[in-house]
């Protein structure tokens, strides 16, 4: 079973994810987030305290599929953050990023979540992956932004797509959407 959990910032995306594990022993959190500065390293951490301890944590960006082993269960969180991380490593310190390298960020990003959604599949697994709803707010002022949004816009409908079920997380409110 592949499960998608949107919405917004807050909006409970991550406690609704790991509640469809609450019983669970055998999980793998997928965790994408890089400590960067001392908010983030306090979001890890407040992310860590969330989780059950008997629940294995791998932490990747790249090659996802290695985090497959012996349980059935696995939670990646978050796609979001997957792709900051993704696109950045790939466009560098570019001011302007062409629809051709915006095209091969959005492919790199989708191949490694396709290549995980597949091999999960594969395995009979299951899988819910976390991603934030970007298109809600303002009109990012800057071309970054813009190109942030959009290929994590296009992301989300491909794996939307991939997925037996989706979610739109609102006021910690889960809604079932597909």
Same mark, same amino acid.
């Given at each position: ?22 019983? &669970? ?9 890089? /400590? ?9 951490? $407040?992310?860590?305290?969330?989780? *059950?301890? %008997? ?22 969180? %978050? ?28 492919? &790199? ?6 290549? $995980? /959604? ?21 009109? *990012? ?26 979610? $739109?997380? %609102?006021?910690?409110? *889960?809604? &079932?959407?597909?």
């Amino acid at each position: 079973m592949i499960i998608l959990v949107t919405g917004g910032a807050r909006s409970g995306k991550s406690t609704f994810a790991e509640s469809l594990y609450e019983y &669970k022993k055998d999980v793998v959190y997928i965790a994408t987030s890089k /400590i960067w500065d001392k908010e983030m390293e306090e979001r890890v951490k $407040l992310h860590q305290r969330s989780r *059950p301890s %008997c629940w294995r944590t791998y932490e990747a960006n790249y090659l996802l599929v290695d985090a497959l082993g012996e349980e059935r269960n696995y939670l990646l969180d %978050c796609i979001t953050v997957l792709t900051s991380n993704i696109m950045f490593d790939m466009t560098k310190e570019e001011e302007y990023i062409d629809y051709q390298l915006q095209s091969q960020v959005e492919d &790199k990003i989708y191949e490694e979540l396709y290549s $995980l /959604i597949k091999a999960v599949e594969n395995k009979k697994y299951n899988l819910v992956l976390v991603t934030n709803e970007v298109g809600y707010s303002l009109v *990012p002022e800057n071309h970054i932004g813009r190109v942030f949004r959009d290929i994590q816009g296009r992301i989300n409908q491909r794996i939307a797509a991939l997925s037996h079920e989706v979610y $739109l997380v %609102c006021c910690g409110i *889960p809604v &079932k959407i597909k």
